[in-house]
């Protein structure tokens, strides 16, 4: 599935860092819960799993033709027993990161550069074109505000954003009230299988930061 030529994985990776600098904006387990989420969604999209009660299903083998997006079907294929939407989400995080780097420094969209401090150092993705790094914030932004519509693509990936901390998408135009409202509104109308999707997402955040338990 691809938005402004971005599938949906990518498009999260950029809204979760800084389009000037590459700077992450929220801490790395939340991204990677998000980056999991948008790559479930973009195999839904792309008709190679669905849910059935809340369980992820094979439907399709058939590679899709995207790197990162084939290299988590390949996991799913890889597993004998069927599970939750929530445990896939919590397992494809563990090591998506660095796939979608990966991807994204071969397509030159991302240069990786270390950033030295006094004490510590770290990693910043810069961006090789501000527009198609802003590209996602913008669609969402626009969706938002009302000025294009909100097809399910948009509507997923803005919900998903919002569930891991990516939340102020629409400030200053928006208030918290109105953008919280709107999130509440686009979530009534999500679809199954994709409101499956979000409830694991939310429940994985959830445990992530709360430490919850599966009961």
Request: include cysteine.
């Amino acid at each position: 599935m691809r938005l402004n030529g971005l599938s949906l994985c990518e498009s999260l990776f950029f809204l979760g860092h800084d389009p000037f600098n590459g700077k992450a904006r929220i801490r790395g387990g939340l991204l990677d819960i998000g980056l999991s989420a948008t790559i479930l969604a973009d195999l839904l999209f792309d008709e190679r799993i669905t849910l059935d009660h809340g369980t992820v299903v094979l439907i399709s083998r058939y590679a899709t033709g995207e790197p990162i997006a084939d290299r988590m079907l390949a996991r799913i294929m890889a597993e004998t027993e069927q599970h939750g939407i929530r445990d896939w989400v919590e397992h494809l995080a563990d090591g998506i990161f660095d796939t979608v780097v990966e991807n994204l420094t071969v397509r030159e969209l991302v240069t990786p550069k270390e950033k030295r401090g006094m004490f510590r150092h770290s990693l910043h993705y810069q961006p090789a074109d501000l527009r198609t790094a802003s590209a996602p914030r913008a669609m969402i932004r626009s969706a938002m505000l009302g000025q294009n519509r909100c097809d399910l693509p948009t509507a997923t990936l803005a919900v998903l954003a919002w569930t891991v901390g990516l939340d102020d998408i629409c400030e200053p135009e928006l208030s918290r009230k109105q953008s919280t409202d709107w999130i509440e509104r686009v979530k009534s109308v999500i679809v199954q299988p994709f409101r499956g999707l979000v409830s694991g997402t939310d429940a994985a955040v959830a445990a992530a930061v709360y430490g919850g338990n599966r009961s």
